[in-house]
């Protein structure tokens, strides 16, 4: 669906290059998720395959077609959701989304029902500026779905939404992708790509250094190791072992043997963790 | 098309919820006013000065602030990753304001009982001195941030634009002032008022103001893609 082969970018008026040759391929129906610190390139990566910016070196396509040779059908078929929401303050949500609806040439969605999908439906009249910034983010979202796009480009899509909104965008995301759509999620949020992510790529001063996914890369990366609680005296106490060796572990034996055990859990490591050790910084 | 005309009912939309035609109507009341009590002889000659600045004063003050309000709510990036096009965004703004600048410029020739040489030229001197200053206009929205930018920006563009007038009054006199659309703007207005007109010159003038129409298009695609659309998405936050 998305395919990025070497790709390399520079601002107008910069020295350095900001994308340095980056690759990478997203299937359709998948959540691809660009995890990196502030600045390391994420949005202008993501403005490049949205066909905003222009003059890269390299070749990017979008469902077999190359950004070079896109016309305005290409946002029909595309959404978008930029970090900070972008709505008319004075309109209600009702008319933020008609107006937006109107600019496409293509059958929209209904209005009703993507307010219903995030909650908003009851505050449909209600004019954005007196929203908070969780139901901007909300409105901000549904609308990247507007006119059904086979790609959606979410940038940061739970930030400052509270657990339970949080949960329900990640739903939809799930849903979307459950339906065919294609997900570029940018973030440095990595519980949220961890959650939802098929693939993540870690992208770092304009490089990609890995590509994966999540699960495999906790295993790869993670510590090997289990915790175990249990009580001894009427004391809870606990105890490491290597997960590679239990078998033949006979302390780990008599332990479980003798003792009552509280509870047990493998040590994986956090994609934060796996980014740390990949690229030998912090995501902050 | 569609798209446009969608385009051009969202400006009004936008315009009017922001208020901008509340304010408008002062100004128009205002003019009005001024015309009531100017004795029937100068009557005219400060009509085409009130009819002038009403597009310039629309072009430059009413598209920043236009603008200016439309990028705090930062609703242009996400308009350029709908199949809108540059040149619709900036035909719309245009549209909306000819709208407004040659309907009010209607109104106060018609409260004030002016009777024009030539109405049709008057409409089209309006549309294109509209045009015109709404491009100008932009040129500088796309690049300010701020209101104070915008206060001091709007001032150097206004001296500028009314430099040519000490050629009118007679303070200095230079062929060159009539090269800037300002004096073509001007003279048709007054001949599309007062009559007494040389044809020769009024082709020049349309043409003057073509060219310059052409020009500022030009340069407020060029400044609109550098400082609008290149900066999508950066979350920096802007103060306004
Ligand atoms: N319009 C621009 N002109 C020049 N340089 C820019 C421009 N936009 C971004 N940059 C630079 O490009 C680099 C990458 O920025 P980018 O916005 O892609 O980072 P990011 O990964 O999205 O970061 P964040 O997590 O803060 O959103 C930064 O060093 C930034 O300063
Ligand atoms: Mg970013």
């Known amino acids: ?284 | 098309m569609r798209n446009l005309l969608n385009l051009v009912k969202n400006d009004i939309k936008f315009q009017y919820k922001n208020g901008f035609y509340y304010i408008y109507l002062f100004i128009a009341i205002i003019y009005i006013l001024i015309l009531c009590f100017i004795p029937t002889e100068y009557k005219k000659d400060i009509t085409i000065f009130i009819v002038l600045s009403d597009p310039v004063m629309l072009g430059f003050f009413f598209i920043g602030a236009i603008i200016l309000f439309e990028k705090g709510d930062k609703v242009i990036e996400q308009l350029f990753v709908t199949p809108i096009k540059i040149n619709q965004y900036i035909i719309s703004k245009v549209i909306s304001l000819i709208f407004l600048a040659t309907s009010v410029g209607m109104i106060i020739v018609i409260t004030s009982n002016i009777d024009l040489f030539s109405i049709i030229l008057f409409v089209i001197s309006l549309i294109m001195i509209s045009t015109f200053f709404t491009l100008l206009g932009i040129t500088l929205a796309v690049r300010i941030d701020t209101v104070n930018e915008f206060i001091l920006f709007s001032i150097i563009y206004y001296l500028l634009i009314m430099l040519p007038f000490l050629d009118v009054f007679n303070v200095v006199n230079s062929y060159l002032f009539y090269l800037l659309p300002t004096l073509p703007s001007y003279f048709l207005l007054s001949y599309s008022i007062k009559g007494t007109f040389n044809n020769l010159y009024i082709w020049y003038h349309i043409a003057n103001l073509l060219f310059w129409i052409v020009i500022t298009y030009i340069w407020v695609k060029n400044w609109f893609y550098k400082y609008i659309i290149l900066k999508i998405g950066d979350n920096n936050e802007k103060n306004i």
């Open chain 1, 1 to 284: 669906m998305i395919q990025v082969k070497n790709l390399y970018y520079t601002y107008p008026g910069n020295k350095d290059e900001t994308i340095k040759g980056i690759n990478f391929r997203i299937k359709k129906g998948e959540i691809f998720g660009l995890l990196g610190p502030n600045g390391a390139g994420k949005s202008t990566t993501q403005k490049i395959i949205i066909g905003i910016l222009k003059k890269y070196r390299g070749s990017v396509k979008v469902s077999e077609i190359d950004i070079k040779d896109i016309t305005s059908s290409f946002y029909e078929e595309i959404g978008v959701a930029f970090e900070t929401p972008n709505l008319f303050n004075k309109y209600t949500a009702e008319e933020n989304l008609l107006f937006f609806a109107s600019l496409y040439n293509k059958e929209t969605e209904d209005i009703n029902s993507l307010l219903n999908m995030v909650g908003l439906i009851k505050d449909k009249k209600t004019r954005v500026s007196e929203y908070s910034k969780g139901m901007k983010m909300r409105l901000n979202f549904c609308r990247a779905f507007i006119n059904n796009p086979s790609i959606v480009f979410l940038d940061e899509p739970t930030s400052g939404l509270d657990p339970v909104n949080a949960r329900k965008i990640k739903d939809i995301i799930q849903k979307k992708k459950e339906e065919g759509v294609t997900v570029f999620l940018s973030t440095h949020d990595m519980y949220v790509a961890d959650e939802l992510c098929d693939k993540v790529g870690f992208i770092e001063e304009g490089d990609i250094d890995l590509i994966e996914s999540p699960s495999k890369l906790k295993l790869d990366y993670g510590l090997k190791k289990v915790k175990i609680e249990y009580e001894k005296n009427k004391k809870v106490e606990f105890i490491e072992f290597d997960l590679n060796s239990l078998k033949n572990n006979e302390k780990f034996i008599n332990l479980i043997n003798q003792y009552k055990i509280v509870t047990m859990h493998t040590e994986e490591a956090t994609l934060e963790e796996v980014f740390i050790k990949v690229t030998g910084r912090n995501l902050y």
